[in-house]
């Protein structure tokens, strides 16, 4: 697996950050944020089931230019 890095939090203190990745290989996004508690975690569950396997995670809106990016990227993909 190949993860093309796009950005990290431009608030960082270069640790504990949320960074965004494009997995060409995949198509997907990797996004590493801030774990969300239990009562967004239950507002997001009553739009629909939350499957094993996946999570809610939290990104700044502060990210928006680098989410942009990460799109930009995977744009140019053959997307299946």
């Keep these: ?3 093309r890095f796009i950005g990290i939090d431009p608030n960082t203190d270069g640790a504990n950050c949320p960074r965004v990745w494009v997995n060409d290989e995949a198509q997907e996004f990797v996004f590493q944020g801030w774990e ?3 009562e967004l975690t239950d507002k997001v569950r009553s739009t629909g089931p939350l499957p094993d396997g996946e999570t ?3 990104i700044p809106m502060r ?3 680098i989410l942009r990016e990460a799109c930009d990227a995977a744009e140019g993909l053959d997307i299946r």
């Design 1 to 3: 697996m190949k993860l």
């Design 36 to 38: 969300a508690d239990e």
């Design 56 to 58: 809610v995670v939290r």
């Design 63 to 65: 990210m928006v230019r």
